[in-house]
């Protein structure tokens, strides 16, 4: 059984790896007071997926958000799914696909969350943390790199220190202030809200569009209400981050590859939006 998808788009191809699932109550999901769809209870339990994303564009070989499921697990058990069995490892799935790791030219984190960024480094035998995609440039969003969470955890929080500490500490960190396109055709934009420095990924080729679009959506019913976001989240900025991806996805009729929701695409209705898986 393969977890990984191949789709084309335009000259891009895109794959995407299921890595795991995590199992997060609605009321850890949403925040206090918000007013949930018909049906949804906040002691609803969910299994998250989990996914990381490959785009080979021109002579780019980009890794998107590398999760390695294992190690998160290490630091946030609460996350786990009795009885589950999860997918082979990322870095196993992309051998498996043909993706080699020495041979990723970029590597684009979305946001700070452990989630998104703890495939980035792996740990070697000696226990030494080293870059997981060693020919890479990394690129994270500054406004996280800055934060005062971010800052304080790299001094008090091994899993940080081992990931973006090793990625800074080894010259291969670039920090994002504005859009930047990466390579040809592949702009990596500021959405903050999930986080301060927040990012998406869109990629267009031969008129077809392709967004990576991290945590700017955590379950379909964000998109179908942007106003039900979590607790962390910033709700001026990320409001303003979602109606503009709303609008820009759907007149584009975009492919769209959220980190908890998969592949799908922004449906527009007269009054609102809706995700329909691809
Ligand atoms: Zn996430």
Redesign the pocket.
Known sequence: MSYFRRIEVGEAVLTTFLVGKLRMKTSEIVRPGTELPPGVSLDDVNDLPVYSAHIAIGKASIVIDPCDYEALLQVDASVKVPGYTPPPPLLDQMAQAGIGRAKITHVILTHF?S??IIGSTLKEANGKYVPAFPSARYYLGAADWNSADVQAALKENPEYANTLGVLNSSKMLSLLERPVEIVPGLIVVPMPGESPGHQIVRVTSKGRVLYCIG?LFHEPMDVADPRIMSEWNDPVANLRSRDLFLVEASVNHALVVA??MGVGRILRSPTSYGWKEA
């Open positions: 969350h989630d998104h945590d980190g908890h």
